[in-house]
Nanobody
Framework: QVQAVESGGGLVQAGGSLRLSCAAS??????MGWFRQAPGKEREFVAA????????RYADSGRGRFTISRDNAKNTVYLQMNSLKPEDTAIYYC?????????????????WGQGTQVTVSS
């Protein structure tokens, strides 16, 4: 069993930054990803990183503003979000893919965190 716990969400003004963290337990190495779901919308892919940290993928919405990284010694993946926009407001979920990754399809992820709220005010 794998558990993923997100942290770092909050309220920030447009143009500001936040860093989300996701600590995974139960397995030492796995591909991980971030997804988000805004009110009234479907959950969408944000970013993903492979098990070794050498390969990443981003949604167009966050490319150039978001950076995903990981610290395998801590079993933690990070999402650095800069130049935040009101349309980035959503619940952000961390997900664990037991394969090599990075994967953009949410259906490839086996375990999910509870989510952390990110609110960007205009």
């Amino acid at each position: 069993q794998v558990q993923a716990v997100e942290s770092g969400g909050g309220l920030v003004q447009a143009g500001g930054s936040l860093r989300l963290s996701c600590a995974a337990s139960g397995r030492t190495i796995h591909a991980m990803g971030w997804f988000r779901q805004a009110p009234g919308k479907e959950r969408e892919f944000v970013a993903a990183i492979n098990w070794g940290g050498s390969s990443t993928r981003y949604a167009d919405s966050g490319r150039g503003r978001f950076t995903i990284s990981r610290d395998n010694a801590k079993n933690t993946v990070y999402l650095q979000m800069n130049s935040l926009k009101p349309e980035d407001t959503a619940i952000y979920y961390c997900a664990v893919d037991l394969g090599l990754g990075p994967t953009i399809s949410q259906y490839e992820y086996e375990y999910w965190g509870q989510g952390t709220q990110v609110t960007v005010s205009s």
